[in-house]
């Protein structure tokens, strides 16, 4: 399986981001999908997850701002990012798992990662 991210780029605060991520290979429509990001001297922290009955899962930071979405018929993940904020500067990760959306949101039973997409987002 692998994971290839798009849509990344800079934007000013305020604006709006689209990320996908595409698998190509076998993909289970019974695993958990999520995005993930990781700033410069920071730890990788999860996003958002989503479940393959849609069930999605959201870091605090983020609820409210951000939509995490999949169509499985296209194997394809989505996260729209809206009101960007600076502090939302990362390179972003997508990655699948055979494991629930909050064990996924936290890092656990990962089983692939793309290779990232940067987001940079300036005040």
């Known amino acids: 399986v692998q994971l290839l991210e798009s849509g990344g780029g800079s934007v000013q605060a305020g604006g709006s981001l689209r990320l996908s991520c595409t698998s190509s290979?076998?993909?289970?429509?019974?695993?958990?999908m999520g995005w993930f990001r990781q700033a410069p001297g920071k730890e990788r922290e999860g996003v958002a997850t989503?479940?393959?009955?849609?069930?999605?899962r959201y870091e605090e930071s983020v609820e409210g701002r951000f939509t995490i979405s999949r169509d499985n018929a296209k194997n394809t993940l989505y996260l729209q990012m809206d009101s960007l904020k600076p502090e939302d500067t990362a390179m972003y990760y997508c990655?699948?798992?055979?494991?629930?959306?909050?064990?996924?949101?936290?890092?656990?039973?990962?089983?692939?990662w793309g290779q990232g997409t940067q987001v940079t987002v300036s005040s």
């Open positions: 990655a699948t798992g055979e494991t629930t959306p909050w064990l996924l949101l936290n890092l656990l039973h990962i089983d692939h």
């Open positions: 290979g076998y993909t289970s429509n019974t695993i958990s």
């Open positions: 989503i479940g393959s009955d849609g069930v999605t």
